[in-house]
């Protein structure tokens, strides 16, 4: 079974553009979430979609965004980036929603200049 | 607020000595304890975790772990490193509300000398 994948892979953007990141789970897995690698705040929650709906958000800005298709696959969007927005975004899969083993891709490198 | 600590910033040990790494979390309810890996350049990919019965539990690549309760710890444990364990450690838990998002530790960097 493949596992989870995200593209692109590596992102380079400026202050105040836009960007779309893309999610396809596993093959089965229905829930998606999304967090954010930096060296100093380590790995943070960002959200979580489930049947295409957003059912948990962690403690982060409104121009963080997000969304998921019929098909399980998810996007996210930041809007009008900031430099401090320079992270590895982490897509992670599981089964179900609720207490099920997330597994994660290899994540998008996103700088912003 | 739930929060996980990892006290070991970085650690090094000569091959075959022991491991042990330090994960303890602040939550009164119940929890799901998961320790996952970072090798360099890869993905985070799972190495073992706890969801309730034995309170010892084997992951791969003969990594163990032991979720003690009343010190709210579930450390990482390997009796013989190798040179191949050299990577980032992360604990993580997630809290029993039916929400699934995993807070993780800062992270233990293992540096294995051969």
């Known amino acids: 079974k493949a596992g989870v994948t995200q593209t692109p892979r590596y992102l380079i953007k400026t202050r105040g553009q836009q960007v779309t990141l893309s999610c396809s789970p596993i093959?089965?897995?229905?829930?998606v979430s999304w967090y954010q690698q930096t060296p100093g705040q380590g790995l943070q929650f960002l959200f979580e979609?489930?049947?295409?709906?957003?059912?948990n958000k962690g403690n982060f800005p409104g121009r963080f965004s997000g969304r998921q298709f019929s098909n399980s696959r998810s996007e996210m969007n930041v809007s009008t980036l900031e430099l401090g927005d320079s992270a590895l975004y982490l897509c992670?899969?599981?089964?179900?929603?609720?207490?099920?083993?997330?597994?994660f891709g290899p994540g998008t490198r996103l700088t912003v200049l | 607020a739930q929060s996980v600590s990892q006290h070991n910033h970085h650690v090094i040990l000569s091959e075959a000595a022991s491991l042990e790494l330090g994960c303890n979390y602040s939550?009164?309810?119940?929890?799901?304890l998961f320790w996952y890996v970072q090798y360099p350049g890869q993905h985070l990919q799972l190495l073992l975790k706890?969801?309730?019965?034995?309170?010892l539990v084997k992951g791969i690549k003969g990594f163990e772990a032991e979720f003690i309760k009343s010190k709210f710890s579930f450390n990482l444990r390997k009796p013989s490193v190798q040179w191949s364990d050299t990577a980032e450690y992360f604990c993580?838990?997630?809290?029993?509300?039916?929400?699934?998002?995993?807070?993780f530790g800062t992270g233990t960097r293992l540096t294995v000398i051969p």
């Open positions: 993580a838990v997630t809290v029993r509300t039916g929400a699934n998002n995993l807070f």
């Open positions: 979609y489930f049947s295409e709906t957003q059912r």
């Open positions: 992670a899969s599981s089964l179900v929603a609720a207490e099920d083993t997330q597994y």
């Open positions: 093959s089965g897995h229905r829930s």
């Open positions: 706890y969801f309730s019965g034995d309170p």
């Open positions: 939550y009164g309810g119940t929890v799901n």
